[in-house]
């Protein structure tokens, strides 16, 4: 899977990227029938919502289901990180599901990533970024992710460890700049059915509002570094932030569709 100039153009210029369709109903049908089990499992791993019984993020999911292992190791999102993050040893920083659960879903208030994950991990560069698979539909109503366009391009800015918002600590970008930002750059939300998905520079600011509606917004989020710019701190559980910087290995391409063969087979 190679980008095409423009598209790196548009990535380098904006900061994000849509690919429409890049994974077929059948694959993600496949993804999508793990995800209730998933998300409705009891351990560390899996995180609720402030005061609620739903589900926020399911943390570190290719290590402990086998059908999400295959897509952290897909070529056709791996591959898109290795071009445009100029090197092909990449590891996964962190693999997680956002669930954006329907009525419950809470907010991310705005942020760039990379600002936790040089305060939380020292991180040594930007030169990380985000690799999100819609696994449901991404809406206007549901909570979609907002961006910044261009938002990356003026580095890492000041940021402030919001531990009490919601349940998950985040370091997050004051009003003032991103007032400043949005006068600038405007808000985007690239919405798309699942298969979608939504490359995005580790320092592009982004947000995503509460979910009202009956649809949850499940994503699924890797977050690739260049081997060479590991973490030096491990202050946050290798969960959240690897502690294993093996270069990622990829699978061939039609890996989802076999492994359901291959378990259908078994079945049999
Ligand atoms: C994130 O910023 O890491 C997640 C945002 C979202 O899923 O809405
Ligand atoms: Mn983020």
């Known amino acids: 899977m190679k980008l095409s100039s423009e598209q790196v153009r548009q990535f380098e210029e904006l900061g994000y990227l849509l690919l429409p369709d890049l994974f077929s109903p059948a694959e993600m049908a496949i993804l999508n029938a793990e995800v209730p089990k998933i998300l409705t499992q009891q351990r560390t791993e899996v995180i609720r919502e402030k005061g609620s019984d739903a589900p926020r993020s399911a943390f570190y999911v290719q290590t402990w289901n086998d059908v999400f292992e295959r897509l952290a190791r897909h070529p056709r999102l791996v591959e898109p990180g290795i071009q445009l993050l100029g090197s092909d040893k990449l590891y996964m920083h962190q693999f997680k599901i956002n669930a954006k659960a329907a009525f419950d879903g809470a907010v991310w208030q705005w942020h760039q990533d990379y600002a936790t994950w040089y305060e939380d991990d020292q991180m040594p560069s930007p030169q990380a970024m985000n690799i999100a698979l819609f696994l449901a539909e991404a809406n206007e109503f549901n909570g979609p992710l907002m961006f910044i366009p261009k938002s990356h391009r003026g580095g890492r800015l000041q940021a402030g460890h919001d531990v009490t918002t919601t349940s998950y600590p985040l370091w997050t970008t004051d009003s003032e700049t991103i007032t400043r930002l949005v006068a600038e750059g405007g808000i985007v939300a690239p919405k798309g059915p699942p298969g979608s998905a939504l490359l ?68 049999e």
């Not at 580790?202 to 917004?217: E, Y």
């Not at 590991?230 to 699978?251: G, L, S, V, Y």
């Not at 039609?254 to 063969?261: G, H, M, V």
Request: charge should be positive; charged fraction near 20%.
């Open 200 to 267: 995005f520079h580790g320092n592009l600011v982004h947000a995503s509002g509460s979910n009202l509606t009956p649809w949850s917004r499940w994503i699924v989020y890797l977050s690739l570094n260049r081997c060479d710019n590991a973490i030096r701190r491990f202050k946050r559980p290798t969960w959240i932030a690897n502690h294993d910087f093996t270069p990622i290995e990829m699978r061939p391409d039609d890996c989802l569709i076999s492994y359901a063969r291959q378990a259908r087979g078994a079945a």
